[in-house]
C-alpha cells in the first residue's frame, strides 16, 4: 500500500509519500507549502481556506505524478479548531494560538473553576492559548452562540475531505477539557467554560478510518482513497517514531516538548507546579512532557533580519561566537514578541548575530537539562538516554549543547519524526504493522540514527 502524510506546522507544511518493502519505509516529500498566522483586524488568524486548498493541490499532484496514495493522514500543531454552523459551515476566523485572547480569558475562567481543578481533572499544563480558554473568549463574546460543532483543526481538514465528523484523541487532549480518568470530554470543565457539549463528538483513538474522500475531492483529484486517523497532534505522531533507547524524548522543532511515555497521568501538585502535561498518546496512554520554547526563538531573529542567513548559517555563527550570556526560553516574553531580539537583548545585553544564536541555544540546552532533572524527580526515575526527534535534531551544536549541558547519552533521529509517525500510525491502521513496537523496529531499519555522547 501507499500512505500520504499531511504534515502540517506553524511554518510550512508537507505531502509524503511512503511505502513498507523489505521491513523499510522510504519517504518521498511531493509537495511542501508556506504556512503562518496573519495579522488582522479580528486578531491573529490562520487563513484556513489557504491550507486547505494546499491540501487539495498536494493531494493533486500526488496523481499527476502516479505515486496516488491509498490512505492519507493529516496532522498539525494542536490547541487551534473551527467553528461551523447548522450547515457545517466555517464560522471564521481560526484563531492562531498566539493570539492574546485565550489568555485574557484564563484568569475569568479561574474564577469560576481554579487552574488546580482543571489540573488535577485533566492533567494539561497551563498555557494561556489553551483551547478551554480560546472557547472561553468565544463564549463570552458571543461567537459560541452561532456554532452547532467544534472541530480541532486537522479533524475539520478531515471532515473538509469526507463529509466525516471525528474528534482524535490526541489532539482533542490538547484542550484541557478531557478526563485524564476517563478519556472522555468533563462536562464541569464543559460547564465552567460555557461550551455546550452538543458542540463535541465522541473521541476517537488513531488508526480508525474517517471515511473516503468525498465526490467534490475525488472531482478535483481524479482518485479515491481512505482518510485515516494518525495521532493528529504533530508531537504526538512524533514521538510514535521515536526509538525511546531507555529515556525521554525531546521533540524538537518550533516547540520543544520533552517527555517521556506513561501509563497514567501525573496530576499531583508537584507536577502542576512544574507546569508539566500529560497529553494524548495511542492506545489512550499519555505523554507526560513540559513545552519549551524551542526553535521558534531563532526562527523569529532570523525573520527579523530578513532572513539573510539560513538556519545552518546561524548555527555556524553560534559556534564561532560563544557567550555565557543565557535567557529564560520559556519565559512568556518570548511567546509572541513585538520584536524577538529586543525580548532577548531586554534580558541578556544587546550581543552580535552569532552571539545571540549562541546564548539561544545554549538557554535552550539548558533549560533541557534542567526539565530532565525536574523529571526524574517527578518519576522517581534516572535516565542514562535522551531521544532528539524532528527538525531540531540537524542542528549538531544544540546536540552538543544538549549532550554537555544534560550529562546524558544523546540518540538523534529520525528527523522527520512527525511525518514517520504519521505514516506508522496509518500502517498500524490498516494492519501492514502489527504494533507500535514492530513499527519503531521499522524506524531503526529505516534511518539514520545517531549518537552524540556527553
Known sequence: MRYLAIDIGASSGRHIIAEL????????????FPNGPKATPDGLVWDAEELFRHIVEGLRRAGETGRRPDCIGIDTWAVDYALLDGDGELIGPVYCYRDAR?????????????????????????????????????????RLDRASSMLMLPDWFNYRLTGVRRQEYTNATSTAMVSAATGDWDDEILSAAGVPRGLLG???QPGCEVG???????????????????????TASAVLAAPLKGGPY???????????EQTAAHTDTGAMSGNWSNEGSINGQFRFQKNIMGLWIVQQVRHELNDVYSFAQLAEMARAHPTDKRVRVNDEKFLSPDSMLDAI????????????AYCVFASLAECYADSVRELESLTGNTYGTLNIIGGGGNNRLLTELTAKATGKRIIVGPTEGTATGNILMQMIGTGELPDLKTAREVVGNSFDISEVMA
Open 21 to 32: 518493502s523489505g521491513g523499510k519505509i522510504t519517504l518521498e516529500e511531493i509537495y511542501r
Open 202 to 204: 465522541d473521541i476517537v
Open 250 to 260: 525531546i521533540s524538537s522543532g518550533t516547540w520543544s516538548l520533552l517527555g517521556i
Open 212 to 234: 473516503r474522500l468525498s465526490a467534490k475531492i475525488r472531482s478535483a483529484i481524479g482518485y479515491d482513497a481512505a482518510v485515516m486517523l494518525p495521532a493528529t497532534h504533530d
Open 102 to 142: 485565550g489568555g485574557d480569558a484564563a484568569g475569568e475562567l479561574h474564577d469560576r473553576m481554579p487552574f488546580s481543578v482543571i489540573y488535577s481533572k485533566t492533567g494539561i499544563q497551563y498555557q494561556p492559548f489553551n483551547t478551554v480558554y480560546q472557547l472561553r473568549a468565544d463564549a463570552l463574546s458571543g
Open 345 to 356: 537583548f531586554s534580558e541578556a545585553g544587546n550581543m552580535a548575530v552569532g552571539e545571540t
